[in-house]
């Protein structure tokens, strides 16, 4: 039974700035939808997600995260049938099966299987730490996360498959993987998209993007979005246009601008002054999250910190970098910013993850 004393170490300034981060992407979400009907109840949706997060959030935090460990050969044969369930009866947009629709709304299984991958890895890492110091403790822990990586590729979604080997490469560095491995896999990682190209593994929006991403002009219709992204972020200047003014998104001349270029509205409202305090309150719940993982009482606990700052730390640089045209156009959301409530969810329960590996570092004092 949960010992309410347990609160007294719960990280309160951690909860703080993952909740100032939900706050604020509603209001952006508000700004980004404009007056477009269609999207008219994406703020009022995002508050009602955000509400079902923070129970999620709490569920995760009462409960030790240990019991997860029991369960985590079942969670991924869970992650796969599902997975393999969208790609049956998944609901189709833009070319890719990721969705399934519930009712008025729609799950994305693969951001739950994100954080849900880093459960199982950091159980798979921490039984078997030892064997990480040869290729074939690497190679065995490395198909464990390569098999829901392709099944998500399927759908296709490549971003989202080149997120979970970067979580597990961060989390078996983290657990002590030599470096010299890391580099001998980094080389591999770099080769294989020649690889993909070469042999026509990719679908034919994916060598658009990378296509468009290498030269722009090579289709200016195309490029519509990252360049209105670009003139959005350049007109915010140093303290933005303000906010709900911004012309290019009052005027729609930004597409998408409530979840995949959220951070371009960002930009055009409160400029570099509204970036410089997102980055550093989005920086401080990922410090804090290290912080929990460096005092976690075992490896597994580590880990889960380690998964889930990676995870955040690196949907946020791809997505800004893609904003600004550094990267090729993805489908990886802002974390905490983005509209869409998959995704939302996924981040809240990887904070609660957290938090629990915070209330059960240690025995309770009498």
Request: proline share 3%; no cysteine.
């Amino acid at each position: 039974m949960f010992d309410w004393r347990r609160w007294r170490h719960f990280d309160f300034w951690l909860l703080g700035g993952a909740a100032l981060l939900v706050i604020f992407g509603i209001v952006e979400i508000r700004s980004a939808v404009a007056d477009n009907a269609t999207l008219a109840d994406s703020a009022q949706r995002q508050a009602t997600f955000a509400l079902i997060g923070l129970v999620i959030l709490l569920a995760a935090t009462v409960i030790d995260y240990h019991f997860w460990r029991g369960i985590s050969r079942l969670l991924f044969v869970g992650i796969i049938l599902l997975l393999l369930y969208v790609e049956l009866v998944g609901a189709e947009t833009f070319g890719a099966t990721r969705w399934i629709r519930i009712g008025g709304f729609t799950l994305q299984p693969s951001e739950v299987a994100k954080i849900l991958l880093v459960i199982i890895l950091a159980d798979d890492i921490a039984r078997n730490e030892e064997r990480l110091q040869s290729w074939t403790g690497i190679l065995r822990t490395l198909i464990l996360a390569a098999i829901p990586a392709v099944v998500i590729l399927r759908e296709p979604d490549l971003s989202t498959a080149i997120l979970t080997m970067v979580l597990w490469a961060a989390m078996a560095f983290a657990a002590g993987m030599p470096t010299k491995y890391i580099f001998v896999l980094g080389g591999a990682a770099i080769v294989l998209p020649f690889f993909a190209l070469a042999f026509n593994l990719l679908e034919d929006y994916q060598k658009h993007r990378l296509a468009l991403f290498l030269v722009p002009d090579a289709d200016p219709g195309a490029a519509y979005n990252i360049e209105q992204s670009k003139i959005a972020i350049g007109s915010g200047g140093w303290i933005g246009q303000g906010y709900g003014v911004s012309s290019q998104v009052q005027l729609r001349f930004l597409k998408v601008r409530h979840t995949d270029f959220i951070f371009s509205v960002l930009s055009s409202e409160f400029g570099i002054f509204g970036d410089v305090v997102f980055f550093g309150v989005l920086g401080f719940v990922v410090y804090r999250i290290l912080r929990a993982a460096r005092q976690a009482r075992d490896t597994y606990g580590a880990l889960i910190g380690y998964g889930v700052a990676t995870l955040i730390f690196y949907q946020a640089a791809f997505n800004i970098g893609m904003n600004l045209n550094l990267l090729p156009v993805a489908g990886l959301p802002l974390p905490f910013i983005s509209s869409g409530g998959s995704s939302l969810w996924s981040v809240l329960l990887g904070i609660g993850l957290v938090e629990s590996t915070i209330l059960y570092r240690k025995d309770i004092e009498f």
